[in-house]
């Protein structure tokens, strides 16, 4: 009898890996999304015409390549509130880069590779020196925004190459080449996370590190590499903002974008406490918090009035986590 | 016998669920004197302890202070009828003063405002009760374990009450601290305060108290004056009769050659003198009591706690070679005594615990998982094992205790370690998963696994083991031979303390 359970289990077409079982959290957003999409049907149809949809997602490339970072972070049991400022001071590093020699490609190297360094640097603190990832990278947030404001005394970096627009704002059949960056990266994290080892570390480690330990699970080397791939986004996003925006400036690294980044990912089904989740509900969360931010827009409520409902909102997540989560 | 007992207990039981915690709980303290109690795991000590602090109600029983009939809806009843804790983990608050922790639950106030001069004062009072010469104004943090320890204890005496109790309060002492601790407890004794001392080292018992109650699954089994008893007495009253149940291996010593050899092992605070050699396909009993350090050891040997000093060679290539912590965890089995904390990844399936210890052989290339192999090597493990599940999709917090074990095994099996450290590896299991995981270390020994086996219960470590390391005080004391009786045993545990009070006089 056993046997034959075993055999009818095995008959399923794939493991299934571990990412959390019961997500309310991505049920909830799920039924959110639909109220926040019925009352836009209702109040700007204009809202479902395809320019406007993918108006929407060229806007929330950045964030969800942002929220696809932390998504990998937190999911490692840590956090990372530098992914902003390090994206900003990516944009700068790179575009300064780009414009002094007039190299898209080593621009570009240049963003990516500024986002890798401080994401390395996170990582280091928190997986060798067991430094607490909030303290850490809410000091590399100052460090890099710091750094960021003082190399561009505040002003914004214009004259990348044309190139470098012509490339990355081209929109082949129509969609910008910011969501299908976007869309990789997101699908690329997700499939990492899902199903290769590094992922499966990830996810043990951010459930229980001791347990990991004992596992023999390489606990800090693992750690190092969720922070550094989140580097890496920020530096991927550094590209898609820069390039939307026509320029690099350290303002686009404010605190404000680390709220929505949290947001996206704990509306997206990411626990707080690690372990849980999946890098494609940050992608979710995040285009949820761009479209509700449409919406509030819409009826006029005030940039800051938002802040409080975006706040509201993480609080409310996290309480379903704590009260629904699992005993790990 | 004019005078009541300060303390006494009778008759009590407390059941949880279907299980008796206690069946027949007596203890009698008398005003300065102070009383051991001692029991293995399980013993039922501390729901006998929960009781008398009110945490928890009985079924059955009675209690009465000085003669007076008390009851108790709560710890607060408890504290006002005069029974006051010295808790095992210190309690203490390391940012605040003296004053501030020995009142932390209570303060004196004077017009809404705390009364400083009135703190410091009974806190210099109570200082000078213990015997204690600590400044009120100093904070916790600059002070040893030893004196924060007599902090709390001031704080225990501030409603000067008639019965204390110690629970476990040397385990993480050193010798001059505990030492201190006996000296202020002989003075508590002095001003008439009935003390319970609940602990786990035998030693102790004979240079502290004056009497000593021993548990055994939930009764109380002796009540003794402590000069009319022996260190072997105790340890074998709290173990009680050891079934003479047959034994799973032939008691020959193993030949084979040694796999690991640990020489002179310390880790500072953990491990104070640790040798032993392990033979290929031999199982090496840890024999010590609780406390004796003997999980600090297992832990130790794996570097889990840091870098240790001494030698740990590994036989590789026919020669035993110097090895790192880590090249030794690679062929390395390691059950702790803690499964739901450490053993298992309890959200995670069957098969993914089992994933997690063998990513190396199961991922291939860019880290791609071998979703069939996992899948065959977890079904081959649950059949194998005979694990019980309904699939090895099957999350592992919803197994039962003996299944679960089992998947700690089988997620190691899979490596096909050389070494299996074995912490507890029974605890809480029934008699069948008992004797499943036994049979299970046997065959794997006969297969040429070497293993470190660790148990608080002497009748389990009889049954499969092929000769013994005595631990005791965080040091390994000796060995004793496979054909070692329970006598042999249970004096070798009482030898060390035997040979350090020789030393001190």
């Known amino acids: ?328 | 016998m004019t005078q009541p007992q300060a303390l006494s207990m009778q008759g009590v039981q407390k059941a949880f669920g279907n299980v008796q915690a206690v069946v027949a709980g007596n203890l009698e303290v008398r005003a300065g004197q102070a009383m051991a109690l001692m029991g293995a795991n399980g013993a039922g000590k501390s729901t006998l302890m929960n009781i008398l602090g009110g945490v928890i109600g009985p079924d059955a029983g009675t209690i009465l202070i000085e003669g007076r009939l008390v009851t108790f809806s709560g710890p607060r009843d408890a504290a006002h009828a005069g029974i006051s804790f010295v808790q095992q983990e210190l309690t203490t608050f390391a940012t605040m003063s003296v004053a501030d922790n020995i009142f932390i639950d209570d303060f004196p106030l004077r017009l809404g405002r705390l009364d400083r001069p009135q703190m410091r004062a009974e806190a210099l009072e109570l200082m000078a009760r213990l015997g204690a010469d600590l400044d009120p104004d100093r904070k916790l943090e600059e002070l040893s374990t030893g004196e924060r320890q007599m902090v709390e204890i001031a704080r225990a005496m501030r409603r000067r009450p008639r019965v204390l109790i110690f629970d476990e309060p040397t385990s993480s002492l050193s010798s001059r601290e505990k030492h201190r601790l006996h000296e202020v407890i002989r003075q508590l004794k002095q001003q008439g305060v009935a003390i319970v001392y609940v602990t786990h080292f035998v030693g102790e018992i004979f240079e502290i108290c004056d009497r000593v109650t021993i548990m055994r699954n939930g009764a109380t089994v002796a009540d003794q004056l402590i000069g009319e008893t022996s260190y072997a007495e105790v340890v074998r009253t709290m173990l009680g009769e050891v079934a003479a149940a047959g034994r799973l291996v032939k008691e020959q010593p193993i030949r084979g050659p040694v796999v690991l050899e640990i020489a002179d092992l310390v880790l500072e605070g953990r491990v104070d003198h640790a040798s032993l050699e392990l033979h290929e396909g031999e199982i090496l009993g840890l024999w010590g009591l609780l406390g004796a350090g003997r999980t600090e050891l297992a832990r130790a040997i794996l570097g889990l706690d840091g870098a240790v000093e001494g030698r740990i060679r590994l036989r590789q290539d026919g020669e035993l070679k110097p090895v790192t912590a880590d090249a030794l965890f690679a062929v390395t089995a390691f059950v702790t005594e803690d499964r739901r904390g450490e053993g298992l990844l309890l959200p995670f399936s069957v098969a993914e615990n089992v994933l997690v210890p063998n990513l190396d052989a199961l991922s291939g290339r860019m880290g791609r998982i071998h979703g069939q192999s996992l899948r065959s090597l977890t079904e081959r493990l649950v059949a194998q094992l005979k694990i019980k599940v309904s699939g090895i999709h099957q999350r592992v917090a919803t197994l039962s205790g003996g299944n679960q074990q089992k998947i700690v095994f089988g997620k190691w099996l899979a490596s096909k370690p050389r070494i299996l450290i074995l912490d507890e590896p029974t605890r809480g299991l029934d008699l069948t998963a008992k004797a499943d995981i036994l049979r299970l270390a046997v065959d794997l020994a006969a297969a040429g696994a070497s293993i470190l086996f660790i148990s608080s219960e002497l009748e389990e470590l009889m049954r499969v083991c092929h000769r013994y390391v005595i631990i005791g005080e965080r040091r390994t004391t000796g060995e004793l031979p496979g054909s070692a009786t329970e006598t042999d045993l249970i004096e070798a545990l009482a030898e060390p303390d035997v040979r350090q009070r020789g030393a001190a006089a």
């Open chain 1, 1 to 328: 009898m056993e046997s034959r359970q075993i055999v009818s289990s095995s008959a399923r077409p794939s493991l299934r890996p571990f990412q959390g079982r019961l997500n309310l959290q991505l049920v909830v957003l799920t039924l959110s999304f639909s109220i926040l999409l019925a009352y836009l049907a209702i109040e700007s149809p204009i809202f479902f015409r395809a320019t406007n949809l993918i108006n929407v997602l060229n806007q929330s490339a950045m964030l969800t390549i942002l929220a696809v970072g932390m998504a990998m972070v937190m999911i490692g049991g840590g956090i990372d509130l530098s992914l902003p400022a390090n994206m900003a001071l990516a944009g700068i590093l790179g575009s300064m880069a780009m414009i002094q020699t007039g190299s898209v490609a080593l621009g570009c190297l240049a963003m990516l590779a500024a986002g890798l360094a401080v994401g390395t640097l996170n990582g280091i603190a928190v997986a060798y020196f067991r430094m607490i990832p909030f303290v850490v990278t809410l000091a590399m947030m100052t460090v890099c925004g710091g750094f960021a404001v003082w190399l561009t005394n505040s002003i914004s970096i214009f004259d990348q190459p044309e190139r470098f627009f012509d490339i990355f704002l081209a929109r082949p059949l129509g969609v910008p080449i910011a969501i299908s960056v976007a869309l990789v990266a997101g699908l690329g994290i997700q499939v990492l996370m899902g199903t290769s080892r590094f992922g499966r570390e990830a996810y043990a480690i951010g459930t229980n590190a001791k347990a990991s330990r004992i596992s023999r699970v390489p606990v800090a080397r693992t750690l190092l590499g969720t922070y550094l791939l989140a580097g890496c986004m920020a530096g991927l996003a550094a590209i898609v903002v820069t390039a939307r925006l026509g320029s690099a400036s350290a303002n686009v690294g404010s605190d404000n974008v680390v709220l929505d980044v949290v947001t996206a990912c704990v509306i997206g089904g990411v626990s707080i406490y690690g372990g849980v989740g999946r890098p494609l509900g940050a992608m979710l969360g995040a285009v949820f918090v761009i479209v509700l931010g449409n919406v509030l827009n819409l009826l006029g409520i005030s940039f800051n009035l938002g802040l409080v409902l975006k706040g509201a909102v993480i609080i409310a997540f996290i309480a379903l986590d704590r009260a629904f989560g699992e005993e790990r």
